[in-house]
């Protein structure tokens, strides 16, 4: 099996791509890149590989891609290693307006690359599990789901987190966009949405801080995600709960086990393995052998484009949603 060379571009939501392609047995890590020289020549001593402040200079030197830089970044940056063509594992969003999205995959679709984004969280066993669960029609149909994605991110003024512009938007768009993604994989075509965010209590964000989304699907669930980086206390219970007509499913905060609970009690459908090996770029390492079977092989990449787009669209429109002004 002939290797694949790869890169690494931003060594903050990169470092764990990083040690993942040092393990991926298609990988042949050949560079990480950032623009914090002293952070780039550590990394690359621990991992044995080249490093560089500019990423355009090592193109001629990999196959591969993962670019994991600020979000305003994503779209000229993809274009550039599309230009060379190189496969692109970009971390979210695919970009912060639908017209760069559309750009970015018609690009990788002339150049005949890999465009993959990097929702690590799709390829989680207990999410796989998850919709395993759902699928089966064992617990019948879903009718509501809860999910809770509440943190506290140290305000960081003047940065580029705090721009509405560079961001895209706020907290939804920026890390909502996972589990809306989870959402629609589990529940399927939206049908409706509304939204309501805040700044309160994460006023150096020009973005909402604090979400609350509502997804009408198709099939008549219903869906509500709680999206928070302004929670400096949380006692959440669980990261989603999704009931059915025959039961419930609960995805636990670490998102490694899985729980149904029915007429027959409650089962536990998966968790954590105690074998599981605790190293950096494990949890990173599902998205990344994706990635690269996809390279190899030359299969779509399941969360290409065209399939993130949609959970873009969804927070779009839930941007877009106005909601209506009460009289009392």
Not at 18 to 36: G, N, P, Q, T
Not at 60 to 70: E, F, K, Y
Not at 72 to 78: I, N, T, V, Y
Not at 289 to 302: K, M, N, W, Y
Request: charged share 25%; with cysteine.
């Amino acid at each position: 099996m002939s290797k694949i060379r790869t890169a690494v571009v931003g060594l903050n939501m990169g470092l764990d791509h990083a040690y993942a392609y040092k393990l991926a047995e298609r990988s042949e890590l050949r560079w990480v890149v950032d623009l914090d020289e002293e952070k780039a020549k550590k990394v690359a001593a621990d991992l044995g590989c080249n490093y560089t402040t500019d990423w355009t200079t090592i193109l001629d030197d990999i196959d591969a891609v993962s670019l994991c830089t600020p979000h305003h970044l994503h779209a000229p940056q993809s274009l550039t290693a599309i230009a060379a063509g190189k496969h692109v594992l970009l971390e979210k969003p695919l970009a912060n307006s639908e017209e760069d999205c559309l750009n970015v995959i018609q690009a990788a679709e002339q150049n005949n690359v890999t465009l993959m984004l990097a929702f690590v969280v799709r390829f989680l066993p207990a999410i796989r599990k998850l919709k395993e669960a759902v699928d089966s029609g064992k617990y019948g149909k879903p009718i509501s789901a809860q999910g809770w994605v509440e943190a506290f991110l140290t305000p960081a003024p003047g940065t580029w987190f705090s721009s509405k512009e560079k961001l895209g938007g706020g907290a939804l768009f920026s890390h909502g966009c996972h589990y809306i993604d989870i959402l629609l994989y589990l529940l399927g075509e939206p049908a409706r949405v509304s939204h309501f965010g805040t700044r309160v209590g994460t006023d150096w964000m020009e973005g909402e801080g604090t979400s609350h989304g509502i997804i009408e699907f198709k099939s008549g669930a219903l869906a509500h995600l709680v999206t928070s980086w302004g929670m400096r206390y949380k006692k959440t219970p669980a990261r989603f709960q999704i009931h059915m007509t025959e039961g419930m499913l609960e995805l636990d905060n670490s998102m490694w086990k899985v729980e149904a609970i029915s007429k027959e009690g409650t089962e536990t459908l998966y968790e954590r393995p105690a074998e599981y090996p605790a190293r950096r770029g494990q949890n990173v390492l599902f998205e990344i052998e994706h990635f690269l079977e996809s390279i190899a092989t030359g299969q779509r990449p399941e969360t290409d484009g065209h399939e993130i787009l949609k959970s873009h669209r969804t927070i779009w429109a839930m941007y877009n949603s106005q909601g209506t002004p009460v009289n009392l």
